[in-house]
């Protein structure tokens, strides 16, 4: 059984900074594929990064240069360190596993006010 707990979340000025932690149970967190997804009000669940088992990193072009995706496997937590923030990120953020399956969080509310 695979339980993810996303923390970090809150309310931050524009141009600030947040860091999201996602502590993650389960013996697949070390060979799973990790990352976070958000989603704004009206739209669509977004990817916005992902990290393989292998510590490869893939960013949505919205968020490139300004996060940074993280893992440590010894710890089973994977973090998103979020900088330069904009209005245009609030949203809730969830975490992912995924091997075989997906596994999600229960999100954590981000706003980025002007």
């Known amino acids: 059984q695979v339980q993810l707990v996303e923390s970090g979340g809150g309310l931050v000025q524009a141009g600030g900074s947040l860091r999201l932690s996602c502590a993650a149970s389960?013996?697949?967190?070390?060979?799973?594929?990790l990352g976070w997804y958000r989603q704004a009000p009206g739209k669509q669940r977004e990817l916005v990064a992902h990290i393989t088992s292998s510590g490869s990193t893939s960013y949505a072009d919205s968020v490139k240069g300004r996060f940074t995706i993280s893992r440590d496997n010894a710890k089973s937590t994977v973090d998103l360190q979020m900088n330069s923030l904009k209005p245009e990120d609030t949203a809730v953020y969830f975490c992912?596993?995924?091997?075989?399956?997906?596994?999600w969080g229960q999100g954590t509310q981000v706003t980025v006010s002007s």
């Open positions: 389960g013996s697949i967190f070390r060979i799973g594929l």
């Open positions: 992912f596993l995924s091997w075989g399956t997906n596994y």
